[in-house]
């Protein structure tokens, strides 16, 4: 099911899905929010990824699968705003457990997990390069997290690919991500048509 008004950012870390998602919501006048997201399972997901506390990989899917949950069904939560008339645009979304979660646990077993949310309008793909993504991840001067490392970032591209793929249905535009800010929302705009 598409769910309209429902946009989705999705790239690998470092890629400005945030910037972007932000920017967007504020030129739509719409709603800003983020997977893994701020609610208690969004938490708990933050602290693992910080190597705070430590699951196993299925484990860390589920709670995924959760947070997502929470985050479209639950109070305030993406359903209610979009019923109330707003548009969303949500840093993240399903297609980051595929791309992610399917580096540690069988592909299949996360798109089962995940098949069934609904889908956004439009997904745009932020496709900037591994070695800029991590030239920018390695200027925040923090300490990397769970999946902030070459090889990784390498494979979690393929997965995305290979995610977006599995839901030929979605309207996906890829953007090159190399592009100044500005550049990048000016065609983000254009192509939802603002
Ligand atoms: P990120 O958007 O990078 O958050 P921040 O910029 O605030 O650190 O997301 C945090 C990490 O979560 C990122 O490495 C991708 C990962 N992630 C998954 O592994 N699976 C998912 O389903 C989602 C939504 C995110």
Redo the contacts with the bound molecule.
Sequence with gaps: MIMNNFIVLEGL??SG??TQAKLLAQHLNGVFT???SDNAVGTL??QI?RKEKSVTADT??YL?KA??CEHLFGKDGIKQQINDGKTVVC???????????SLDCDFDEIYQL?KDFPLPETVFFIDTPVEECLKRIGTRGSEP????KAELQRK?YDNYLRGFAAFNEINLIKLDGTKSIEELLEEELKIIGK
């Design positions: 870390d470092g899905t945030t983020f997977e893994p997901i933050r990824l860390l899917a995924f947070d997502r840093d993240r979304y399903l297609f980051s457990s595929l791309a992610y979660q995940n997290e769970l999946f902030e979690i």
